[in-house]
Every structure is written in structure tokens, then in C-alpha cells.
């Protein structure tokens, strides 16, 4: 056999294996919900939080805990922690190693343990969720806005989803240009 027909034979054979185990497990019913966060007042996140601050995200772990675990420092502790504490969330993977981000927390009871002890990752330690589907992490920039009649303004900014989170009417909100991805348009 050449190597062109090894290759064209491997390629059939996959294709029919996996054609195969897709008509096994479609005969399987399966039930999917989905469900989107409802929209919530910025002042009700700050209530049903346990952990309100600013923080840096110094690493993560996606490997050595059933969820993805980033270390952070508090920058600016706003509720339930303390200013330069090293704390733990997820268990949302995509955040950015090294971005800051406003962040509402629930701690869980229970530490977080990793799953297999070669892999200690960083060990047993208090752990704290996200909440809100994601909508909970939210990062944070040095942003400018220009304005037609010269009124030019930079300062740090905090990229908030108002399809779910309703700002109070007294802080301003610049609309981004593009829709942004999942919902979150502004």
C-alpha cells in the first residue's frame, strides 16, 4: 500500500468510526437546558456577594482542580477581603493571566482540593465562584472617550455586560461600537 492509500484508508476509517458512535448515541435521548442570567441591578451583585474587589490575576489551573482555579491579588478590596490577599476563583476558563478585573464572588463552604495528589496545583485552599454565568469577572482598561466639542477623557474603565447588569442612572456608560460576543453589547 502506498502511503497515499494508508492515508485515504485511515481517513475513511475514521470517518465511518465516528459515524458510527454518532448513530449509537443519537438513539440516546438526551435533554438539554440552557438558560441566560436574568438582568440584575449592580447594587443587588454587591449584596449577593461575599467577595467585592479589584484583583490582578497572577495565574491559573486547569489541570489540577475539577474547575479552572486563577490566583489573583487584591488590588482594591470593596467587600469581604483585604487589600494585597492572594485569592482563588473560577470556574470559568478564559480569563486573562495578568489583566485586572472587578470581580463578585460567592465562597463556597467547602475548600477546593485537588483531584489527584501528584498534581497538587496550588494545594487545598478557599476557593470562590463567579457568579451570574461569567457576567461577575469583569475587566478592566485604560479607556479614552472624545468628544466633538473637545471635552476629551482618560481613565480606567470596566467593560460591564448591560444585557444583564443594569448600571445606576448616575454613572456614565459609553456603548461599545461593535456588538460584542454572548450577549454582552455594551
Do not use: H
Not at 14 to 20: D, E, G, R, T, Y
Not at 139 to 152: D, K, L, P, W
Amino acid at each position: 500500500m502506498t502511503s497515499t492509500s494508508k492515508c485515504m484508508f485511515t481517513v475513511a476509517f475514521i470517518l465511518v468510526f465516528s459515524a458510527s458512535r454518532f448513530a449509537a448515541q443519537s438513539q440516546e435521548k438526551t435533554t438539554v437546558t440552557t438558560s441566560e442570567p436574568g438582568i440584575t441591578e449592580l447594587s443587588d451583585l454587591f449584596r449577593q456577594a461575599d467577595i467585592v474587589a479589584l484583583v490582578k490575576t497572577l495565574s491559573g489551573d486547569t489541570e489540577s482542580y475539577d474547575d479552572a482555579v486563577y490566583k489573583s491579588a487584591v488590588i482594591k478590596t470593596f467587600k469581604g477581603t483585604k487589600d494585597g490577599e492572594s485569592i482563588y476563583f473560577g470556574p470559568f476558563i478564559g480569563e486573562r493571566l495578568g489583566w485586572e478585573y472587578v470581580v463578585f464572588l460567592r465562597k463556597e463552604r467547602s475548600p477546593l482540593s485537588p483531584k489527584d495528589s501528584l498534581k497538587t496545583g496550588y494545594g487545598v485552599i478557599p476557593y470562590a465562584k463567579i457568579f451570574k454565568e461569567g457576567y461577575t469577572a469583569m475587566e478592566t482598561s485604560y479607556q479614552c472617550v472624545f468628544s466633538e466639542r473637545g471635552a476629551n477623557s482618560c481613565d480606567y474603565a470596566v467593560r460591564v455586560c448591560t444585557d444583564y447588569i443594569r448600571l445606576p442612572k448616575t454613572l456614565q456608560a459609553f456603548p461599545a461600537e461593535e456588538p460584542m460576543p454572548f450577549g454582552c453589547n455594551g
